[in-house]
């Protein structure tokens, strides 16, 4: 098999854009790492497990049920014999990481994306999203769901902004193949723009 090659010019400043995506990236591993790996261990450790053991016995054959709780994420269970103090304070750690999860993939597209609109913009927005996840995680374990809410305005007005250059950029390229544009060849540039998106997703 042989595979054609092609250089693909990307804008200034991009370099920078890749930088907060994976600061964003590292961000979400160490959010999980940080926030939620150590209080398991403390919640559902080696005593507080033991009361299940007679039951996993029967259920599983192993001899003891396992340290960390798992496959528990906080509402099963294990986490029901917990006091409330302590399932209160392991859910709003899991909910933070919980929600970096369930936005980091879209987040990340996003950046990278805008980045081929305008990558100084993308940069600092993407940045911007960093700032605003580390408040968030700060607020929401300091202070419980109230106190997420400067971090997610951060967030927020940073995703808006990512999401407008994205939807200018999609318009402005998918405009170059309509029937009703000005004819003629599409420009190196966008076609290599349109190679980079098609990699991307």
């Known amino acids: 098999l042989s595979f054609s090659k092609m250089m693909i010019e990307l804008p200034e400043y991009y370099d920078l854009v890749v930088v907060s995506a994976a600061l964003l990236s590292i961000e979400c591993i160490l959010v999980g ?3 939620i790996s150590g209080l398991r261990m403390k919640m559902f450790n080696k005593e507080f497990m033991s009361q299940f053991n007679e039951e996993h016995k029967k259920a599983t054959g192993e001899e003891e049920a396992p340290i960390g ?3 528990d994420m906080g509402n099963g269970y294990y986490a029901k014999k917990l006091g409330y103090k302590e399932w209160y304070d392991f859910n709003v750690a899991q909910r933070v990481h919980y929600n970096f999860v369930e936005q980091v993939g879209p987040t990340l597209i996003l950046i990278l994306v805008a980045g081929l609109v305008c990558a100084k913009c ?7 999203v960093v700032i605003g996840r580390f408040l968030y995680t700060i607020g929401y374990k ?14 927020d007005i940073a995703l808006l902004g990512l999401m407008g250059l994205c939807l200018y950029g999609t318009y402005k ?10 004819k003629g060849e599409t420009p190196q540039a ?3 723009i349109v190679s ?3 990699f991307i997703m």
């Open 196 to 198: 980079l998106l098609s």
């Open 33 to 35: 790492f940080f926030t």
């Open 122 to 128: 993308a940069a600092i927005l993407g940045f911007a």
């Open 69 to 71: 709780g798992y496959p």
């Open 190 to 192: 966008d076609l290599q």
């Open 173 to 182: 390229w998918t405009c170059k193949y309509c029937p009703c544009s000005k």
């Open 142 to 155: 300091m202070k419980g769901p109230k106190g997420r809410m400067i971090g997610a305005g951060i967030t």
